[in-house]
């Protein structure tokens, strides 16, 4: 069964995000929800071009089937934590956070209401499962444990703490300025709360009135100036171009353009229309985000193409095998899983895709059949 078919036996909502999921159960509202969803969104597309950030990253995310279970509380979690167990061992890979809705806040932190948690749960999901997969050298948070060595981001760490410590040590060093003390938090936990501390700090988080008082046993640096000028081992590698995180903190109004649709619902049904680009080239594709494949169906434009409803789609593994073998067939139209590109084949059983080439572009490249295609006039 696909994770999507189980996930919605006990979860109102699935929404997709580049290929990463939130589920949200029936005691999480609407508002709060979307809320998440953009989060996500502006975590993965923190220009809101409608184009993720980092593939290397959204790879890796999609891969683990990176998903976000939202709750309406810690008790509601701990009643459902068998639903999850048997999906993860159902699933050859089911990596998630949990995010509870009475800690989710879609006005913004502050020192009344609380922090926003899916500003971290969320981050923690994307740096855990995505950044240290796709740059192990620099933000593996496993590798201690596996072959004794750290990566680039547990270096860092180990300055912050103020040397190295396997295990949460009783106390902290008094030059340390991260000194998180949950002694259930191993070095691979502490890794991961380490990078969420310097991240939302540097991009403004942690900083409102009366929050650097609440979190200064655990964090000291909470502004984005105190951060930069102490711990710059860090802030070296959140600020390296090379693995581009978002330079904006997420707020939750996430505004990609009109193409991209931001939520789909388990119980409902999104339509996408395809129509001629003005040039087949990546450049000008049509870029199509959260396509959920259970429930979302590609409306092309027969007529733009000049042809028939009648004509065939075919689906290939990766563009070379789209270009290469499909071209060469009779179907007017190739989906290949890999990228997520669709192809319109002008020239039908001729080598090549003749006068045509890419017309789409789904992002989170979703495995796709015919069910998710109507041709349409």
Same mark, same amino acid.
């Given at each position: 069964?696909?994770?999507?078919?189980?996930?919605?036996?006990?979860?109102?909502?699935?929404?997709?995000?580049?290929?990463?999921?939130?589920?949200?159960?029936?005691?999480?509202?609407?508002?709060?929800?979307?809320?998440?969803?953009? $989060?996500?969104?502006?975590?993965?597309?923190?220009?809101?071009?409608?184009?993720?950030?980092?593939?290397?990253?959204? /790879?890796?995310?999609?891969?683990?089937?990176?998903?976000?279970?939202?709750?309406?509380?810690?008790?509601?979690?701990?009643? *459902?934590?068998?639903?999850?167990? /048997? @999906?993860? &061992? &159902?699933?050859?890979?089911? =990596?998630?956070? #949990?995010? +509870?809705?009475?800690?989710?806040?879609?006005?913004?932190? %502050? @020192?009344?209401?609380?922090? #926003?948690?899916?500003?971290?749960?969320?981050?923690?999901? $994307?740096?855990?499962?995505?950044?240290?997969?796709?740059?192990?050298?620099?933000?593996?948070?496993?590798?201690?444990?596996?072959?004794? *060595?750290? %990566?680039?981001?547990?270096?860092?760490? !180990?300055?912050?703490?103020?040397?190295? =410590?396997?295990?949460?040590?009783?106390?902290?060093?008094?030059?340390?300025?991260?000194?998180?003390?949950?002694?259930t938090c191993d070095y691979q936990c502490q890794s991961n709360e380490y990078i969420y501390w310097g991240l939302t700090s540097l991009l403004g988080g942690q900083n409102y009135e009366g929050r650097e008082n609440q979190i200064? !046993?655990?964090?000291?640096?909470?502004?984005?100036? /105190?951060?930069? %000028?102490? #711990?710059?081992?860090?802030?070296?590698?959140?600020?390296?171009?090379?693995?581009?995180?978002?330079?904006?903190?997420?707020?939750?109004?996430?505004?990609?353009?009109?193409?991209?649709?931001?939520?789909?619902?388990?119980?409902?049904?999104?339509? =996408?229309?395809?129509?001629?680009?003005?040039?087949?080239?990546?450049?000008?594709?049509?870029? @199509?985000?959260?396509?959920?494949?259970?429930?979302?169906?590609?409306?092309?434009?027969?007529?733009?193409?000049?042809?028939? @409803?009648?004509?065939?789609?075919?689906?290939?593994?990766?563009?070379?095998?789209?270009?290469?073998?499909?071209?060469?067939?009779?179907?007017? +139209?190739?989906?290949?899983?890999?990228?997520?590109g669709l192809y319109f084949n002008e020239n039908s059983a001729l080598k090549g895709f003749g006068d045509g080439g890419l017309i789409a572009i789904f992002n989170g490249s979703p495995e796709l059949n015919s069910s998710n295609?109507?041709?349409?006039?």
């Open positions: 069964m696909s994770l999507d078919k189980q996930l919605k036996a006990h979860f109102k909502t699935i929404n997709n995000v580049f290929g990463v999921r939130v589920a949200a159960s029936n005691s999480v509202s609407s508002q709060k929800t979307e809320h998440a969803t953009s $989060v996500l969104s502006q975590y993965l597309d923190n220009d809101e071009n409608g184009i993720i950030d980092n593939p290397a990253v959204g /790879k890796e995310l999609k891969k683990r089937n990176a998903t976000i279970v939202m709750f309406g509380s810690q008790e509601e979690f701990e009643r *459902k934590e068998q639903v999850l167990e /048997k @999906i993860a &061992d &159902d699933q050859k890979d089911f =990596f998630f956070y #949990d995010l +509870f809705a009475n800690e989710t806040h879609p006005q913004g932190s %502050s @020192i009344s209401e609380g922090f #926003d948690a899916s500003l971290e749960e969320i981050l923690h999901l $994307v740096t855990e499962a995505g950044y240290a997969f796709a740059y192990p050298k620099a933000f593996s948070m496993e590798g201690f444990r596996e072959n004794g *060595k750290k %990566s680039e981001l547990q270096d860092a760490m !180990d300055i912050a703490r103020g040397g190295f =410590f396997k295990t949460t040590p009783k106390q902290y060093p008094n030059k340390a300025w991260y000194s998180y003390n949950d002694r200064a !046993d655990e964090w000291k640096l909470n502004t984005p100036s /105190k951060f930069k %000028s102490t #711990d710059r081992a860090l802030y070296s590698l959140l600020t390296n171009p090379k693995y581009n995180f978002p330079t904006q903190l997420p707020d939750g109004n996430y505004q990609a353009d009109s193409d991209v649709i931001t939520n789909s619902s388990s119980n409902s049904s999104s339509s =996408f229309s395809i129509s001629t680009p003005k040039k087949y080239r990546k450049k000008f594709a049509q870029k @199509i985000n959260l396509f959920d494949p259970d429930n979302s169906i590609a409306s092309i434009n027969a007529g733009s193409f000049d042809l028939d @409803i009648d004509s065939d789609i075919a689906f290939a593994k990766n563009a070379r095998a789209a270009k290469k073998k499909l071209s060469k067939t009779s179907a007017s +139209f190739i989906y290949e899983a890999n990228a997520g295609f109507e041709l349409i006039n």
